[in-house]
């Protein structure tokens, strides 16, 4: 699965960190998502992307200790939408304390 990036986070390093562990759950890359979470890579219900070519990462964004991202693509000519939302475990936090994911199916 190719994943696109078009968000822009050069100038924020959370905003940064918010890509690339958005990117690790898509990829369900395990050593990513335990670096970054302080709940580990199992406790997270990923979501089923079989068959799905490309996924684009449209925003991620962060603010204090939550943070966000929103990714995009199709299936069977229908565009469906994956949600993550992050709390730091504080303001200047390096690891989330929790993760969110939301999938319309």
Excluded at 33 to 54: G, M
Aim: aromatic content about 12%.
């Amino acid at each position: 699965m190719k994943i696109v990036h078009q968000v822009n986070c050069n100038n924020a390093p959370k905003n940064k960190m918010v890509t690339k562990v958005t990117e690790a759950i898509l990829k369900r890359d395990q050593d990513v998502v335990n670096e970054y979470y302080l709940n580990q890579f199992d406790s997270l219900t990923y979501p089923e992307l079989n068959n799905i070519d490309e996924i684009t990462i449209v925003s991620a964004l962060s603010h204090g200790k939550s943070a966000s991202s929103l990714c995009e693509y199709y299936n069977q000519n229908k565009k469906k939408y994956i949600g993550m939302f992050f709390e730091f475990n504080t303001f200047k936090a390096q690891k989330f304390k929790e993760i969110i994911i939301i999938h319309n199916e």
